[in-house]
């Protein structure tokens, strides 16, 4: 799986845990809509997207990123 792919997997997940939709953590994160609505189709995201991600969910760049999915052997091209 791809970085970019892991990044979006977990965002979903956390959509779901914490029962909120995509526009609202645009919203609360100061993240394009455009920017997650586009995520899978990209090759690449950056740090900056992520930290809006967990801004909008308002948890840490650790518990965003305490996932399996992220995990070395889950990751590569």
Known sequence: MRLVDAVYA???ELLKEKCITMY???IEGGIPYSTLATMRNSKT???????G???GFKISLNEFLDSSLFD???LGD
């Not at 995201?45 to 930290?51: E, R």
């Open 53 to 55: 991600i967990c801004q």
């Open 72 to 74: 070395e052997e889950n």
């Open 10 to 12: 977990r965002t979903e």
């Open 45 to 51: 995201v950056t740090l900056a997207t992520v930290y």
């Open 24 to 26: 609202k953590l645009c």
